[in-house]
């Protein structure tokens, strides 16, 4: 968004996180929206009963989103590390991931 913060910046700037408690957000550079690894919980496997080792995947995370390759780590608390193969830009708390094995849906879950 360009309009209505009342700033101005060299660069253009992009909304990185935000903190409705305090009513802020973070501005930051383009490269900041880049991320290597996400926490996803509220789980759905549907494929399988459990991830109880490392697993290779195709990860979206937004409907329009090309997938692409990530390794899915279970966590203790009921949640997978995903670890990108490369950076994705835009991973967003709150939306949904999708794990894929070619054809077959893994399963999904909340990004946090």
């Known amino acids: 968004q360009r309009k209505g913060l009342g700033l101005s910046f060299e660069n253009p700037k992009y909304v990185i996180s935000k903190d409705t408690e305090n009513n802020t957000v973070v501005l930051g550079d383009e490269s900041e929206l880049f991320s290597t690894s996400m926490t996803v919980k509220d789980l759905n496997l549907i494929s399988v009963e459990a991830l109880t080792q490392p697993t290779e995947a195709f990860v979206k995370t937004r409907y329009s989103q090309k997938e692409t390759p990530a390794t899915l780590f279970p966590l203790d608390n009921d949640g997978i590390l995903v670890k990108f ?7 967003t708390k709150g939306q949904a991931a999708v794990f894929y094995d070619g054809d077959t849906v893994i399963g999904g879950g909340t990004i946090v």
């Open 85 to 91: 193969h490369e950076p994705q830009r835009a991973v």
